[in-house]
């Protein structure tokens, strides 16, 4: 689905005919100069839907035939020209995306060294809650040699990243083998000895689960809620995190 649109300054001038798909018309961001300069000095623009196409042929139809009429009646537009210049689809060559690399080289991100604000982090995670990673489920079908392998081995050794990630089946498969006849675990309840309070960053909302297998079963990690606590993480799933003892041992 296509459409054509129009932007006004927030006087309620006229000043930009566009066509687009999805939010264009509400992206103000890969805009020319002369609407850049506009905005900057009016501000941000209001957006008005003008039609609705089933092909981008319409669409750039319309987009011309608006564009010329609109200066007809001495609208003032920033457009550079007479439209049904769409790059829907566009694909850069070989030569252009070599120009591109060539032209980037040495060159450092723009945001580099620029930390990101706390009230942003906070935000995306926020966004984020619930949502599902686009290649969950996705198989690449790329297999690593036995040296890739090994390589990997060696420089996850030590490395405390997994700690309180849960484990596939076939890794309990594996401890649960290994595990066999070992002893020590047997009536340790030093996990259940606290109580994970969690506190909803939106609502406000108290949670609290008694021992690190009620937190797995509800979807939270221990690591990352050990995090949260000793200040290192902000939230975890859209929650604050603090311990308690478990003393009331009546409600678990």
């Known amino acids: 689905m296509f459409y054509t649109y129009a932007h006004y300054t927030p006087e309620g001038r006229l000043f930009y005919i566009g066509k687009g798909q999805g939010d264009r018309a509400h992206a103000f961001y890969q805009r020319g100069s002369h609407w850049n300069n506009i905005v900057n000095k009016y501000g941000k623009p209001d957006v008005q839907m003008l039609a609705n196409w089933d092909t981008e042929s319409e669409a750039l139809s319309h987009e011309i035939l608006l564009i010329e009429c609109f200066r007809e009646l001495g609208h003032d537009l920033c457009n550079k020209t007479n439209g049904g210049e769409g790059t ?19 060159k450092p991100v723009w945001n580099k060294n620029i930390p990101c604000k706390e009230e942003t982090k906070q935000k995306i995670s926020v966004a984020k809650l619930g949502s599902i990673p686009w290649n969950k489920g996705i198989s690449s079908g790329l297999k690593h040699s036995e ?12 490395n405390k990243y997994n700690v309180g990630r849960p484990a596939s089946e076939k890794q309990r498969q594996t401890a649960s083998e290994r595990s066999k006849g070992n002893t020590y675990a047997a009536g340790n309840t030093y996990q259940r000895k606290w109580v994970w309070v969690g506190t909803n960053i939106k609502t406000g909302e108290v949670i609290r689960l008694v021992g690190e297998k009620a937190l797995k079963e509800a979807g939270f990690q221990h690591a990352n809620i050990i995090k949260c606590i000793n200040g290192t993480r902000k939230s975890h799933k859209g929650y604050a995190w603090s311990k308690e003892k478990w003393e009331d041992k009546s409600w678990h």
Request: without cysteine; charged residues 40%; positive net charge.
């Open 147 to 158: 040296e890739f392998k090994e390589k990997i081995r060696q420089t996850h050794k030590g």
């Open 88 to 106: 829907s689809g566009y694909k850069h060559t070989e030569q252009q995306r070599e120009n591109n690399r060539q032209a980037r080289l040495g």
